[in-house]
């Protein structure tokens, strides 16, 4: 990365002010006869360009390289709670099976648990090359400093490309810790993954509240790191296995804890809309609380979940579990249908994966009606009596 550099052997009190008035950033700071530049630098090179001649100089430090020829395979860390696996690594194993095939290289599983044994048939089932197990009663609850050691050795032993980890509170609280310990770059919440032939890996997520997609990569580092939303990718379908397993030495990973589990108690089950199969979405073309009743027949007859837009949540008439989008869940079901939603790309992000959708809205210009299998063009309140009368025949008639 280019920075500024000040020879402060040039610098005179007046050549400083000078600087800092020129500079619209308020980057540059004078104290004990000392010019630096401060962090708001943007590099827009005005003080090269129009301060004292040699004072400030732009250098284009050298990219440190790194031999990207050294570091093969995709992996996928296997998230696990009482040794069952979250399907979300499951969905990282088909993706990584799908870059594989641009980077012609294996795919891995990363296996940490006491008692891992179903766990690697299943990666194995899922077609992955090769599963590395960590298998030790240390191992039995998720520890993160303890499984930051096991990653870190698995990292050291084998030098893989990339390693993926599901965006589950888990995951992002331990994909960042193996950043940094093995000082390489993260891009968390990626909706998208993409990767050049020479296997540099583009993260692609929204940024900037959603008003721009980012592609990320991490040139001149490995491995690279990125965690993804569970239900982003499909599950790969079943193989018959062929990919071999590797029991890794344990004995030299340090086990020690800074932290105690003294006791875990399992929240109550609640019904989670990223799980469903059918979603009603309603939108803020509600215009007041009582008239969601107006949902209901369909809600039952359809044996769905109820789901809504950001709005409906700050107005306090759902709980935040039942929101959609990039601050709320993302959800894949069979069947979504939007109500009075405007598609705003927040609200897109977390279901455009849905089998089939269909959308009513007023507006027959409606962002949604674009990823909408079905579109409605009509005022809600005129729609949802039409079409529960419809539900009501088609039941009828199966009856
Ligand atoms: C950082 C950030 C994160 C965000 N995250 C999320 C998120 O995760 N999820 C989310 O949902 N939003 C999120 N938002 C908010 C998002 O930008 C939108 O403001 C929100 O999705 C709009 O909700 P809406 O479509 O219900 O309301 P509106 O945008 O007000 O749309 C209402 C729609 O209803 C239609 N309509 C009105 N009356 C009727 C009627 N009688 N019949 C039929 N159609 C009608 C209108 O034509 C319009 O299309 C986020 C915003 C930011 C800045």
Redesign the pocket.
Known sequence: MAYIKVNNDKVTPDIAKKLIDLCPFNAFEYTDMYLSINASCKICKMCVKKGPDGVCELVESVKPCVDKTKYKGIAVYVEQRNNVAHPVSWELIGKAKELSKVTQEPVYAIVIGSDVKHMVEEALAYGVDRVFAYEHEAYRDFDVQVYTNVVEQFFKTHQNNVILFGSTPQGRSFAPRIAARLKTGLTADCTMLDIKPDGDLLQIRPAF??NIMAKINTPNHRPQLATIRYKMFNLPEKVSPFGQVSYEETHAINHARKTKLIQTTDKPKVKDISEAEVIIA??????KEKDLELIQPLVQKLNAEVA?????IENGWFDAKH??????RTVKPKLIIN?????????I??MKEAELIIS????EH???FDISHYSIV??????LPELNKLIDQIWKVNA
């Open positions: 509240g959603g309603v939108g803020r073309a509600f215009r809504c837009t950001r709005p409906l929101q959609i989008g990039l601050s709320g109500l009075g939603i405007s598609g705003a790309v927040q609200y992000e977390g009513v809205n007023q507006d409606n962002k949604l009509g005022n809600i309140y005129d729609v």
